[in-house]
C-alpha cells in the first residue's frame, strides 16, 4: 500500500485531530461521506483499525513500513506500543517537524528527501533515518536551504519543542538529547490498541 497522497483534511475529520498530518482544522466536525452524521456502533476490530491508521497518516508511514516497525517494537525490551511511538517519532522527518523545520510531517519530508537537513555535518536524505541521542541535526549550509527553513519557521506546526531536543534558531540547528518521552507525544493515541490490531492479524 502505498503513501497517502489524498485530501488531508477529509482523514482529519475521519481520524481526528492529526497535528503531524495538518495545522488545518477542519469545518465540519463530523466524518466525510453520506454516513458521516449517522451514529453507527463501531466493532473492536473497526476501533483498532482507527488507531492503527492515526500512526501511518500522522507519520506518512506506509503500512509495509508500520508492520516493520511493530516488529522491530515486539523485539526490544520493555512496552511494545511505547517503543514503537519512540521508533516513529525518532525518524529524522518527524524530528526535523518537532524542532520547527517545517510546519507538517509531510513538509519535513520533502526537505529531508532534497537534501537540505545535514545530520552530524553530513547530508542525509533518508526520512526514516533513525535519530540517536547526541546527534545534531542542521540545515545544510546553502541560501536555499537556509531560506526554506526560516520561511517554515513562521508558520511552526506545533508550538512546544519536546524535552528531548534542543534548537538554536540563530544557527538552525538541533540536537537530540535523548528518546523522547510519552508525555511529548502529541498525538491522541491508544497504542495498545494498535499492537492488540497487528497480534489479531499475526
Known sequence: MSRYRGPRLRVVRRLGELPGLSRKTPRRAYPPGQHGQGRRKRSEYAIRLEEKQKLRFNYGVTEGQLVRYVKKARQATGSTGQKLLELLEMRLDNTVFRLGM??????????????HVTVNGKVVDIPSYQCRPGEV?????????RRLV????????????????????????????????REWIALQINELLVVEYYSRKA
Open 150 to 181: 526560516e520561511a517554515n519557521m513562521e508558520y511552526p506546526g506545533l508550538a512546544n519543542l519536546p524535552s528531548h531536543l534542543d534548537f538554536d534558531k540563530n544557527t538552525l540547528t538541533g540536537k537530540v538529547n535523548g528518546i523522547i518521552e
Open 102 to 115: 517545517a510546519g507538517t510531517i509531510p513538509g519535513a519530508r520533502q526537505l529531508v528527501s532534497h537534501g
Open 137 to 145: 541535526i542542521s540545515v545544510r549550509n546553502q541560501d536555499r536551504s
